[in-house]
């Protein structure tokens, strides 16, 4: 099993920007697939983006342009580098591992008009 750890979220204003965090207990990204999910107020959970063992990246159309997920190996971190915010992208956002089936606890993201 692997314990996984969001950060970052917080409250801005439409147009702002904020990076989350995902921090691992363990190394896992090789052979394994990273996702992003949110969940707003009465919604499903959605998937956002996600992150192959190959680097390869993929987005949701709401957010394509907008966000970009990275990971950094050494650090056993993931990010999701979110920009030009808007209301609707107000939620509850996840890190997902793949092959582990794990889920972080989440964070907020608020983003007022």
């Known amino acids: 099993q692997v314990q996984l750890v969001e950060s970052g979220g917080g409250l801005v204003q439409a147009g702002g920007s904020l990076r989350l965090s995902c921090v691992a207990s363990r190394s896992i990204f090789s052979f394994n697939t990273m996702d992003w999910y949110r969940q707003a107020p009465g919604k499903q959970r959605e998937l956002v983006a996600f992150?192959?063992?190959?680097?390869?990246?993929n987005y949701a159309d709401s957010v394509k342009g907008r966000f970009t997920l990275s990971r950094d190996n050494a650090k056993n971190t993931m990010y999701l580098q979110m920009n030009s915010l808007k209301p609707e992208d107000t939620a509850v956002y996840y890190c997902?591992?793949?092959?582990?089936?794990?889920w972080g606890q989440g964070t907020q993201v608020t983003v007022s008009s």
């Open positions: 997902h591992s793949r092959s582990t089936n794990s």
């Open positions: 992150i192959t063992s190959y680097g390869s990246t």
